[in-house]
């Protein structure tokens, strides 16, 4: 059996809109590399990370809390060592914490030999998340371990939900270069919610399961909406709102806020729309001081990927 595994974890957007600690689906062209390693020694060792300054003690890291968990819990004849390439800058609000929590886990469970589900992972993965959030939410594993769409039906115990990905959807994310903590957009956030509210956002989630199951674009494009929380986190995002009306005049089916933000996203159906989309947002955002990148991304409907072994 092989002691190394190279994995590609990539960036996901939770939320989705309606769907707050919910919802998710997976990014293709945006992730992290990690390298995880078999060793004699046991225990969890991080010997490498490049890209970002995050602490190399695997108690204070979430790719060594999730592993931690896992190796802990499995008790296995070996250790691990990881490396983290880390593309996706923390506080990005695409899943930067996720990819690490759960590419760990993920390259561990493939050296051991695959003991674990999909679920199980999750559920360890979980664990290194709750480190940057402060709440075990699953709305960015789920869909980097499943790929696609997936909706997390519980946390405790562990349940997700598979959904289809219509085959011509694209997104488009800008990422404003300021930071938001997750933690402190989950601190402005009301307690209780008017029914009213409730009744709008419940509505959406079930009408966006339906248009993913039936490729249904129109209603995809009249659930992508947010009553819930974007009115209390845009006031985070600069332009927001200046965005999000120029890239729906531009084509996009649903613009809201990836995960707690500042990265906004846009759904679209085709390519070309999704390109024309990226156009809009790097045109509000050109006339600001502030820097930006913008990308575009199929769904990517695998989630971590191989890329050696
Ligand atoms: N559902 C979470 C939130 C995702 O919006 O706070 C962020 O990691």
Redesign the pocket.
């Known amino acids: 059996m092989n002691n190394e595994i190279k994995i590609f974890s990539p960036a996901t957007v ?2 989705v809109a309606c769907g ?2 919910v919802l998710g689906f997976c990014l293709d062209t945006i992730g992290d590399e990690m390298v995880i390693r078999k060793t004699d020694e046991k225990g969890i060792k991080i010997t490498k990370i490049e890209g970002y300054d995050l602490p190399f003690e695997a108690e204070k890291n979430v790719a060594g809390v999730s592993a931690l968990a896992m190796y802990n819990d499995l008790q296995p004849d070996c250790g691990f060592e990881i490396e983290i390439y880390k593309n996706i800058k923390p506080g990005s ?1 695409i ?1 930067s ?2 990819a690490s929590a759960a590419g760990s886990v993920f390259g561990m469970n493939e050296l051991l030999g695959q003991p674990l589900d999909k679920a199980k992972l999750t559920y360890y993965a979980m664990k290194g998340e709750a480190l940057a ?1 402060q709440c075990e ?1 699953a ?2 594993l789920a869909p980097a371990i499943f790929g696609g769409f997936t909706l997390v039906k519980s946390v405790n115990p562990i349940q997700i939900l598979e959904l289809p990905t219509p085959s011509d959807l694209y997104a488009t994310l800008i990422h404003p270069q300021i930071e938001i903590k ?1 933690s402190e ?2 601190a402005i956030l009301p307690k209780e919610v008017p029914l009213a509210n409730a009744i709008t956002q419940w509505a959406n989630v079930g009408s966006l399961v339906h248009a993913l199951h039936t490729s249904d674009y129109e209603l995809i494009k009249n659930a992508l909406n947010d009553v819930v ?1 974007e009115p209390y986190r845009k006031q985070l995002i600069p332009h927001f709102d200046a965005v999000k009306n120029s890239v729906l005049e531009a084509g996009a089916l649903g613009c809201a806020i990836s ?2 933000g500042p990265s906004i996203f846009a759904l679209s159906k085709n390519e070309a729309t999704a390109k024309t989309v990226e156009n809009a947002m790097k045109a509000i955002y050109s006339k600001t001081a502030i820097k930006f990148e913008t990308y575009v991304s199929k769904i990517n409907t695998q989630g971590i990927k191989t890329l050696s072994k």
């Open positions: 939770a939320n707050f600690d609000g899943g914490s996720s959030s939410h709305d960015n997750t957009a989950r929380i995960g707690s």
